[in-house]
């Protein structure tokens, strides 16, 4: 089951939640055109191999481009016991224009 949050409602989590994840799926060419600060990176191809090092019983927000990829990577750490982990929807696409503009869009 796909669990998404909004970017309006990621970035209040964000601010009252200190222990919150933010999981930054996308390749490295897009990291080096925006980023949400603070995010964790894990390319969605290394997250077989590096799941055992996200914190299991934490909230996490995944993110890619437009949240096509994170939601796979959502459904695939659920399945892999992960409890509290969500969809950012719209991706960083949505949080540059809902919560902080001066992230470029590409």
Partial sequence: MNKEISATHAAKLRDTD????FLDV???SELAICRIEGALHIPMG???ERA???????????FCHHG????????????????K????AGGIHSWSLEVDPGTPRY
């Fill in 18 to 21: 200190p222990k919150v994840t």
């Fill in 26 to 28: 996308r390749e490295d």
């Fill in 85 to 88: 982990v969500l969809n950012l």
């Fill in 52 to 62: 055992d090092s996200l914190p299991k019983d934490e909230t996490m927000v995944v």
């Fill in 46 to 48: 290394e997250i077989p």
């Fill in 68 to 83: 096509m990829r994170s939601a796979n990577v959502q459904q695939y750490l659920e399945a892999k016991g992960f409890k």
